[in-house]
């Protein structure tokens, strides 16, 4: 029993810190790392706070680094249509 108590803490302080994490992000650093953010309204932060905050760790990294756009997305199709291979 004492393992399953100690990861509902563990997941109970991920989930505060992430709260405490998306308050400030939401407010400045959202339209810091991304423009399209920019002069968005509080019903887009209130839609994205649950995901900042289970996703804090990725976006303080990206917030610290100074990261001024989302990145590209490598896959497959992407690399074939850039080379303008089949």
Do not use: C
């Not at 400030?24 to 423009?35: A, C, E, N, S």
């Amino acid at each position: 029993m004492a393992i399953a108590e100690a990861f509902v803490v563990a997941l109970a302080m991920y989930m505060i810190i992430g709260v405490a994490f998306a308050i400030p992000f939401l407010l400045v650093g959202v339209q810091r790392i991304d423009g399209q953010a920019r002069g968005a309204g509080v019903g887009f932060r209130l839609l994205i706070l649950p995901g900042v905050a289970a996703l804090w760790p990725l976006f303080l990294r990206r917030w610290i680094r100074g990261l001024s756009e989302p990145p590209v997305e490598r896959n497959p199709h992407r690399k074939a249509a850039l080379t303008g291979g089949s």
